[in-house]
């Protein structure tokens, strides 16, 4: 009954914040109706009704004079009952009486409302101050004195109720509104100023705007677009089944396969970014009537499926074109999970190669398992490890930088266009230092016009930094040891009494070096470079290489702090070795930088080597093995292999004489325990020839002498005995050791004693 | 059959032919408690051989069977394979086979040796012994993972770590070690061991041919006795006018140091003064190599050295001044 009651005054609350927001808003009307929310006010108000009504009917079932409880008398339902009613013949029964008491004592905060007790005085109009209206859904009008704030409020058991309902006040909360409103509104205009200043509407970048939408109006070269152009021609016949222009000129059978697809299933265009790799793509295949699909790292690589656009093929939405999909930045694949996007191209194309034969008798079977529509790739790093499967069954198509002058031309047209006054001189500048990068200039012209308009354009192009590329290692050592091409002043150092170098080009010049190295990041890759090169520069005396030494000392100290003990801090200061080098070595570019990779290959080569030494030594038995370790071994290896390949004279191997036999023998045997073995091998010109199984004679450099093929052949032959011999000497041990055994058994059948030593774990 | 080296290798202490004063200590370290050892000194002084005659002191002649088994270890990386030799009584393991993850392999491979107790009473002592080859190659990590080790399951397991040099070996394992130091031996007892070996085989040995061994051997016994082996297998009998045969890479050295001297002093040879500057490079470069990682840029940097200082004293002979610049 309680929980009851607590709703009611919820909903009530409910009303009156409404309410009291309505009666201030409009305080200086003195009467008005009370139109707020109407629907569901009525709600809450039916609901309140019905609870009440419960709440009634348990407690006054005799009752006739069931007199509302509740002051706001403002049901319907109840207003037959209510109308009649006698303020003095109020009956109050004992138990609501103390609902009641509850009630006013929690509204008795509240004073904005007077609630009368008595249903009439709320029926006519009060007779001074402020007075709130209500209407209820059956017309009736009920009318709440408003209580003067300042005039002293009456308290009564149930005379007057005051009620204030919510605890935040809802001017409060308009008020929050309108602060976060005129905020938004502060935000929005303050952007809209920052958008607007200059350019009155402009939606679009201009390096979308000016996009070439036509195979003629495109910037890259030439040669790059016909390519494209034929590669994607020549799948017509697949796609459209009809007969391909190119095909009909060149004629040529081997440009295809079976289906007259272009045997290079798969286009990959590369570049550096800015050179419109894109727009070639999508220009050619819209011209070529495909309805392009797009894929790129923004979107989930994974979602995309390459069985699905072969079989969707004609979709509704493409207007009934066929597809061509575009993968676009598939370099910056890093997740294994996308990497199944080219392993499924690449099981795709795969597959039918393999099936190519099998396939001719199930023509339609295969289809399923055929790429049908074209798919261009476009990367900028055609070098990424996850391309590497791809690129074999790829052509690829390899961007050149644009031609500056037509690039400098469609340029000029787009600042006619946006009436920008910027002169062809410029444009070159500008064109350099972004590197042919056309979308870079592009969005430059865009936003130069931002600017201040009392700086020239000359000043912001001295602004911007070069383009932020990386520098490709071969750049940087060029950079090293021949300077700076087109620099006007070749840095020129100087040594002091100490040692010590000076650039009398200022330091500026080692600033730009070390950040070049450090963009790079390679400092491994470059060092090794610097360390091949130093020494074919001439220089007049060893003091140059001297210090060279130090340097490299230096790196290879840090570099192996930071490896081994993780004091990566310590990378700040790679790149200064290499910068060193510089100031050593800078010379005229009389020599051609080579990086022969020779440090790799030596790593590979001491690999192999070692792979060697362990496969002979894991071969020897643990009596021998454990006295040899790999270190032993060179020595081991040496004699070993100058002991088996001995120096034995005779020409004619039948007249071997008796000194020599004894010692084909014992090579033989040494062989045996080593593992070693010949084995019999043709060469390209059919000459037979033995070779030493592992091949340790091939870690020697010396081993000039070898034993003519008569001897390897006499060897081989005598190991093949001594094998025999070994076996047959196991074979013989075992068999008399199982005789021993059955003996054994039978003489003792007991069960076999389990081992003596047993290794138990402690606990 | 087996080589030389490998036939005529001591099988125990009583047989070891040098260094009795060792042999004796390691006689009593074997019949008392045994601690940890440091086994250490230069390839070929015969390190392993006198652990291997230690442990038949210990353990009698069960020793001798041995077994290789390869066990696997796997990292979150790789797997790693290592091979384990073992006879009842002891394993022996060469960590540096794995490379820089043998971290793992010393805290798996050696915990799960030392949490094992030998309960066979036969055996006369009641821990197992385990070697570990190429001490000084262990990484920073695994030493610091051994040391634990060590101490907590003295009951259980005896370590042998076998190096060539120490000073690898970080403090707090040396401290819980017995250090020895097995020296090469000296030219005359190697030609001793030649002679012997001669004698058992049957061979002549001109003692001018065992001396020649001996001093191209730079006092490693395993080499001499490798050598001796294939001079014999090229020449039939040993005669005094024989050429000694170098290895192939000491010949590439050879080589390659006749070059740095011949271009700048074809006609003088190096005086003392240059011999102790190269030598003091060659000191430099060797401690820098082993800080650093990359070993043919420290090679090189000694080469430079080497030459710039065989230049500057050829041109101080000939101008008669040392000119620094």
């Known amino acids: 009954m309680k929980h009851s009651f607590d709703q009611k005054e919820n909903y009530k609350e409910d009303n009156a914040i409404s309410a009291e927001h309505v009666a201030k808003k409009k305080k200086q009307c003195r009467s008005f109706d009370f139109d707020f929310d109407f629907d569901a006010t009525e709600n809450l108000l039916k609901k309140y009704e019905s609870s009440y009504l419960q709440i009634n009917q348990a407690n006054f079932t005799e009752s006739n004079s069931a007199t509302p409880p509740w002051p706001l008398g403002s049901h319907s339902t109840n207003q037959k009952n209510q109308s009649k009613l006698n303020p003095e013949g109020f009956q109050v029964n004992h138990n609501e009486l103390q609902v009641y008491d509850e009630l006013n004592k929690k509204l008795e905060r509240s004073h904005v409302l007077q609630m009368k007790n008595n249903e009439f005085e709320n029926m006519r109009l009060p007779d001074n101050g402020k007075y709130l209206a209500v209407t209820l859904s059956s017309g009736r009008r009920l009318y709440f004195p408003l209580n003067q704030t300042e005039s002293p409020i009456e308290y009564g058991t149930s005379s007057v109720v005051n009620k204030r309902f919510s605890n935040i006040s809802i001017y409060k909360l308009l008020d929050k509104i309108e602060i976060e409103k005129s905020k938004a509104d502060s935000f929005k205009s303050r952007s809209e100023l920052s958008n607007r200043p200059l350019t009155p509407v402009k939606t679009k970048l201009w390096a979308d705007k000016y996009q070439p939408n036509n195979y003629l109006n495109l910037m890259s070269d030439e040669n790059v677009n016909a390519r494209v152009l034929k590669w994607v021609k020549q799948w017509d016949y697949c796609v459209f089944k009809k007969k391909s222009v190119t095909k009909d000129r060149t004629n040529n059978s081997q440009h295809h396969d079976q289906w007259e697809r272009p045997m290079k299933k798969i286009l990959l265009l590369t570049g550096p970014p800015g050179y ?106 055609l070098y990424a490890p996850s391309l590497k499967p791809l690129k074999a069954m790829s052509e690829i198509v390899q961007f050149k930088k644009p031609d500056q002058v037509s690039l400098a031309k469609r340029l000029k047209e787009i600042c006619d266009k946006e009436n920008l006054s910027i002169g062809m001189p410029i444009l070159f500048k500008l064109i350099e230092k972004y590197e042919g990068d056309i979308r870079k200039c592009i969005n430059f012209l865009q936003f130069s016009i931002y600017e201040p308009k009392s700086t020239s354009t000359e000043e912001l192009l001295s602004q911007i930094d070069g383009k932020e590329r990386k520098k490709s290692v071969f750049y940087i050592w060029e950079e090293i040891f021949h300077g700076r091409k087109g620099a006007k002043i070749k840095s020129k150092v100087i040594f002091d009494e100490h040692g010590n170098f000076y650039d009398t080009n200022s330091r500026q010049n080692i600033l730009r070096l070390t950040s070049l190295i450090r963009s790079s990041g390679e400092y491994e890759k470059l060092m090794q470079g610097c360390f091949e090169n130093y020494l074919k520069y001439k220089t007049d005396s ?14 290879d100290q840090i570099n192996s702090a930071i490896n081994s003990h993780h004091f990566y801090e310590m990378r700040e200061c790679l790149p200064y070795p290499i910068a060193a080098f510089h100031y050593l070595f800078v010379g005229s570019p009389q020599n051609r930088i080579r990086f022969s990779n020779q440090d790799y290959e030596n790593n590979a080569k001491k690999k192999s080597t070692e792979n060697i030494i362990m496969t002979v030594l894991n071969a020897l038995p ?132 389990s081992t003596n030593h047993l290794n138990l774990q402690t606990i | 059959m087996s080589l030389w080296v490998d036939k005529y290798r001591p099988k125990s202490l009583e047989e070891l032919t040098y ?193 020649l061994i001996a001093d191209q051997s730079n006092r490693d016994l395993r080499k001499a006795i490798l050598s001796f082996e294939s001079l014999y297998m ?85 101008q008669n001044s040392m000119d620094i610049d």
């Open chain 1, 276 to 381: 419109g790799k894109t727009t070639l793509a999508r220009v050619v295949a819209r011209s070529c009537g495909y309805n392009v699909i797009e894929v790129n790292g923004s979107d989930d690589f994974l979602s995309y499926n390459v069985k699905d656009q072969n079989t969707n093929s004609f979709s509704l939405a493409s207007n009934n074109k066929p597809n061509l999909t575009i993968i676009d930045g598939i370099d910056g694949i890093r997740d294994t999970g996308e990497q199944n996007l080219i392993n499924s191209i690449v099981d795709l194309v795969g597959s039918e190669r393999k099936d190519k034969d099998k396939n001719k008798c199930h023509p339609k079977k295969s289809e399923n398992k055929r790429l049908l529509r074209p798919i261009i790739f476009i990367c900028n790093e």
């Open chain 2, 19 to 211: 260094h009795s004063e060792l042999t004796n200590r390691l006689k009593i370290l074997a019949s008392s408690d045994f601690p940890h050892l440091l086994i250490y000194g230069p390839s070929g002084a015969g390190k392993k051989t006198r652990i291997s005659c230690l442990l038949e002191e210990l353990y009698g002649q069960g020793v001798r069977k041995l077994k290789t088994d390869v066990q696997t270890f796997t990292t979150p990386s790789r797997k790693l394979d290592i091979t384990v030799v073992s006879s009842k009584y002891h394993l022996e393991i060469t960590p540096n086979e794995v490379g820089y993850s043998d971290r793992v392999v010393i805290q798996e491979f050696l915990k799960d040796v030392a949490q094992t107790k030998q309960v066979d009473l036969s055996i006369k002592h009641d821990f197992k012994v385990v070697i570990i080859h190429e001490a000084d190659s262990l990484s920073r990590e695994s030493q610091a993972a051994l040391r634990r080790t060590m101490e907590l399951y003295m009951s259980n397991v005896r370590l042998i770590l076998c190096c060539k040099s120490p000073s690898k070996i970080i403090d707090p394992i040396r401290s819980r070690c017995l250090l020895i130091r097995v020296p090469a031996p000296t030219n005359d007892e190697i030609i001793e061991i030649l002679s012997d070996i001669a004698k058992k085989e049957n061979i002549k040995l001109p003692l001018k041919v065992a001396k």
């Open chain 1, 542 to 555: 060893l003091k140059s290489k001297l210090r060279a030494c130090d340097y490299l000392n230096f790196y």
């Open chain 1, 622 to 753: 643990p009596q021998v093995r454990r006295f040899h370790n790999k270190e032993g071994s060179y020595e081991l290896i040496s004699c070993l292999v100058k002991m088996i390949l001995p120096n034995i004279r005779p020409i004619n191997i039948r007249n071997i004489n008796h000194e020599d036999r004894p010692k084909i023998k014992y090579v033989a045997e040494i062989m045996h325990s080593f593992n070693l073995d010949f084995i019999l091998n043709k060469d390209e010109s059919g000459q037979i020839n033995y070779i030493l199984d592992p091949p340790i004679d091939k870690l020697l450099l010396l081993s000039k002498e070898n034993p003519r093929v008569e001897i390897r052949r006499l060897l081989a032959t005598e190991l093949k005995e001594e094998h025999m011999l070994k076996q047959k000497f196991v074979e013989d041990r075992t068999n008399l050791e199982l005789k021993r055994k059955v003996a054994s058994r039978i003489t003792k059948p007991k069960p076999s004693k």
């Open chain 2, 234 to 318: 090229e020449y039939d009998d040993l005669k005094e006018n024989i050429r000694y045969k170098f290895t192939d890479w000491e010949e590439i050295i050879n080589d390659i140091a006749n070059k740095i001297c011949l271009q700048h002093s074809p006609e003088e040879r190096a005086g003392n003064n240059v011999k102790c500057e190269i030598l003091e490079k060659a000191a430099e470069f060797e401690h820098r190599s082993v800080i650093g990682s990359k070993a043919i840029i420290h090679i090189e940097a000694f080469v430079i050295n080497a030459m710039y200082i065989i230049g500057r004293h050829k041109e101080g002979l000939n």
